[in-house]
């Protein structure tokens, strides 16, 4: 595997590698345990995602290669969003995350979940969710100044192609083409 991607949902990396109902700042020895567990289970997976760089600001993760689900996970790094397509079965179809891309080391990235969501509907109509979450980390102090101001900004960029019908343009189009 040359190049990996696995998540952190920030303040819950008490729970291991299972999703903890609660958040909190954790210390950054857990945080660390976390990532480290999570790397590892990652590398150690019999049928691994497959993961692309498709050019320097933009990452790939998809199903492995003899499985009968299909979807892709569009990561901008730069934009601080991801788009993922036929992943989670309760979305519809495209959902939108909010994260930070983090490079740990040479072709292992971090994606930080930064709580909030978007789930787009194919009449391009949208539901946000999971800002209470948001509000939540914050007031605990578990998102840095700089995670806060970045999910701001990324929030608005991605409000910004809903409202402005520019998100399921020709470039993810052809994303979809090309690797689905």
């Avoid at 190049?3 to 008490?14: A, D, M, P, T």
């Avoid at 740990?104 to 949208?126: A, E």
């Avoid at 100044?145 to 409202?163: G, I, Y």
Wanted: net charge negative; hydrophobic share 40%; with cysteine.
């Amino acid at each position: 595997m040359d190049l990996l991607i696995f998540w952190n949902h920030v303040g819950r990396e008490h729970g291991g590698l299972e999703y903890a109902p609660d958040i909190r700042k954790n210390s950054p020895s857990v945080i660390q345990s976390f990532l480290e567990q999570r790397e590892q289970l990652i590398r150690s997976n019999a049928q691994p995602h497959r993961f692309v760089r498709h050019d320097e600001s933009t990452l790939l993760e998809l199903p492995p290669l003899n499985s009968k689900k299909k979807f892709i996970i569009v990561y901008l790094i730069d934009e601080g969003l991801q788009f993922s397509l036929n992943f989670k079965t309760r979305y519809p179809w495209w959902l939108i995350d909010i994260v930070d891309v983090q490079e740990l080391k040479p072709d292992v990235f971090c994606v930080y979940d930064l709580f909030i969501d978007i789930s787009v509907h194919p009449d391009g109509s949208y539901h946000v969710f999971d800002i209470d979450e948001f509000e939540e980390a914050i007031r605990l102090g578990v998102l840095t100044p700089e995670q806060v101001s970045r999910s701001l900004k990324s929030f608005h960029c991605a409000l910004n192609l809903l409202n402005t019908k520019k998100f399921t343009g020709e470039w993810l189009d052809e994303l979809k083409e090309k690797y689905m």
